[in-house]
């Protein structure tokens, strides 16, 4: 990772594992741990992004006409060649048919199933990543003002207890504004390397599951 930032110019602070638990107490490491800070990194609210670009694109002074649907799923889009001009077709479940010169396609998960195989679906594959949201109750505050995101990578050679190599792991702050999970922080595996075909037949974590991250 230090090797990685120096050669992309990234400025990092080196901080020992003293350094670390100094800096914030939240974390529980052995003395042959090392940490990299980057005071210029940060992380993107999805939701929150996604419920001020489209207030921003209704706003009554913007000059573009926009109009937004909700709880409207696209089956399926198909590329045409018209003459000199590349159509995208979008076919979508109430039945209606959009046609447009260009699409931004945003599916998650879905992505690979939804675009064309030949052109953009064949490149792309899904893998089941798992996160959970955990309350703390060390009466440490968790917010993004006193802890950052993190990234914790195992020494090399630990393995799980299903004996597979251990993954990294990685925690975001406290969203106090996620009506879901408040006053939680969410972990996650990192690269989770279970290819799945269709995202819709994973409904629920399974035992199995949970136990990987906790």
């Known amino acids: 990772a230090l090797e990685s930032a120096i050669s992309h110019g990234i400025p990092v602070d080196v901080l020992t594992a003293d350094g670390i638990r100094d800096k914030y107490p939240h974390f529980k490491i052995q003395d042959s ?7 210029n ?21 913007n000059t573009n006409h926009v109009e937004i649907w909700d709880q409207v799923d696209v ?3 198909e ?5 000199s001009d590349d159509i995208v077709t979008l076919y979508l479940n109430n039945g209606a048919i ?6 931004i396609v945003s599916a998650g998960a879905w992505a690979s199933t939804l675009l064309p195989y030949d052109t953009w ?7 089941r990543q798992l996160q959970v949201w955990l309350a703390p109750d060390n009466g440490l505050d968790f917010t993004p003002e006193t802890v950052p995101i993190w990234l914790y990578s195992p020494p090399e050679g630990t393995k799980r207890a299903n004996g597979e190599d251990a993954l990294p792991l990685y925690g975001v702050p406290v969203n106090k504004y996620d009506p879901a999970h408040p006053n939680c922080i969410k972990i996650g595996l990192h690269h989770r390397p279970v290819n799945v075909q ?3 037949e994973y409904k629920e974590v399974t ?3 949970k136990s990987e991250v906790l």
């Open 79 to 83: 590329e045409d060649d018209n003459g």
């Open 198 to 200: 269709d995202p819709s």
């Open 41 to 61: 990194a940060g992380f993107l609210r999805p939701e929150e992004a996604i419920r001020a670009a489209c207030a921003h694109a209704c706003r009554k002074n």
């Open 33 to 39: 741990y090392t940490g990299l800070f980057e005071s």
């Open 75 to 77: 089956d399926h889009l």
């Open 98 to 103: 959009v046609q447009t010169k260009s699409v």
């Open 121 to 127: 679906g064949k490149h792309l594959s899904v893998t």
């Open 207 to 209: 035992p199995d599951e």
